[in-house]
């Protein structure tokens, strides 16, 4: 049985943000706009990607 995955696009930068929401993209993977991450669908990452949902593009995975 595969896991299910997101993949994330960050379109905004963390500058001028606070230093939590830069921590929470470098931990999802991301630290430069227009990088591209694909991560495992959990509970973990929904809610780092709550923090955050101003800055990435979600795309629904397999």
């Known amino acids: 049985m595969s896991k299910k995955t997101i993949t994330l696009k960050q379109v905004k930068s963390p500058n001028r ?3 939590r929401q830069a921590a929470t993209l470098t931990g999802l993977g991301l630290n ?3 990088r591209v991450s694909t991560v495992e669908d959990t509970p973990a990452v ?3 990607l709550k923090k955050v ?3 990435v ?3 629904e995975g397999k």
Request: aromatic share 0%; proline share 7%; charged share 35%.
């Open 53 to 55: 949902q101003h800055l």
């Open 17 to 19: 943000r606070p230093e």
């Open 46 to 48: 929904r809610g780092m």
């Open 57 to 59: 593009e979600v795309q």
């Open 32 to 34: 430069k706009l227009g």
